[in-house]
């Protein structure tokens, strides 16, 4: 294979043909690390560093696949947030294709909300989250039609009224008798049944749905990234992205962001999968791991003054 037809600057196209951001995403990076010297000088180091040496081998397709990597795994990193996402895909999807293998079950999309809320009180916020989803699986659990559950926090923020939105994606498997009118639990029955787990007196929003057709259209939807760049990092505003940044730094330290139960957490375990949020992050994509290579490596290297990867030899 003729090696020249790679170029000097780093193109990794997808089976489907979608370019992966590795340039906007170390850019976006280094931004944060600049946001990081008034927040944690340390982490500034780390993401600085992060993603500035890539390894890949060439797929049977001449098709990249990451080998190798340094990443820094900083929570609120673009480049690893994107890897993240990436590995929650194929992991829930595995998961749900392994399910499927063995049980015929039926899906529901759950979104749980609860109202805005300003910094300083996004930490208490979210432990009362935490405390709400154990008393909602002991009110739906023993209802007898879930089977398992995936759980991810996203948060968002709003800089019209500069708060935030807490609020969980969930996935959750169910016998398709769920459907039957006995079982059967409405939109309004969802949301009295979170609103009863938070004990609070306003009405949040619920949202629920049944997901139809294959799996990986559907988990697409809701692997999302806990927190959006574009939230954080706003050029435009220095001064509130650094309070952004302070904020979600804090809040974020050492919180569980997802979280499998049931059938979801055997199936977690059958497969030997690692934690998908603090585990690795160069081996996620499920296309690297169904195609055959050719035994040819590709390295690119972050250069500065390009702000762009190259290829070295």
């Not at 009362?128 to 009110?139: D, P, S």
């Not at 739906?140 to 009224?161: A, C, K, Q, S």
């Not at 574009?230 to 979280?259: F, G, N, Q, T």
Request: hydrophobic content about 40%; proline content about 2%; charged content about 30%.
């Amino acid at each position: 294979m003729d090696m020249e037809k790679f170029q000097e600057q780093l193109v990794d196209v997808s089976s489907s043909g979608r370019v992966r951001p590795w340039k906007d995403k170390k850019i976006k990076n280094l931004l944060l690390s600049k946001l990081y010297r008034a927040v944690d000088s340390k982490k500034s180091i780390r993401l600085r560093e992060c993603a500035t040496f890539l390894r890949f081998s060439i797929k049977s397709s001449d098709s990249l696949c990451l080998k190798s990597g340094n990443f820094c795994k900083v929570r609120l990193c673009p480049m690893c947030t994107w890897r993240r996402s990436l590995k929650i895909f194929g992991q829930v999807k595995s998961i749900m294709d392994g399910i499927q293998s063995e049980n015929d079950y039926a899906y529901l999309f759950l979104t749980l909300t609860v109202i805005n809320c300003d910094g300083e009180d996004l930490s208490n916020r979210l432990d009362e989250m935490m405390m709400a989803w154990k008393r909602f699986l002991k009110l739906v659990v023993p209802r007898g039609f879930m089977r398992g559950w995936y759980r991810g926090l996203e948060i968002t923020h709003n800089v019209f009224d500069n708060t935030y939105h807490p609020h969980f994606h969930c996935v959750l498997a169910v016998e398709k008798s769920y459907f039957a009118w006995k079982n059967y639990v409405s939109q309004k029955g969802w949301t009295t049944l979170w609103k009863k787990a938070l004990n609070v007196k306003y009405t949040p929003v619920v949202n629920i749905k049944r997901t139809y057709g294959p799996i990986a259209k559907s988990v697409a939807e809701m692997a999302k990234y806990s927190v959006k760049d574009a939230d954080y990092i706003k050029p435009e505003d220095w001064e509130l992205s650094e309070e952004i940044v302070r904020c979600l730094d804090k809040v974020l330290m050492h919180r569980r962001l997802i979280a499998f139960g049931g059938v979801f957490r055997e199936w977690h375990k059958k497969l030997n999968l690692d934690d998908a949020v603090d585990g690795d992050l160069v081996h996620v994509d499920s296309e690297c791991l169904e195609e055959d290579e050719k035994g040819l490596i590709l390295s690119y290297e972050w250069n500065v003054g390009y702000q762009q990867y190259r290829r070295v030899d």
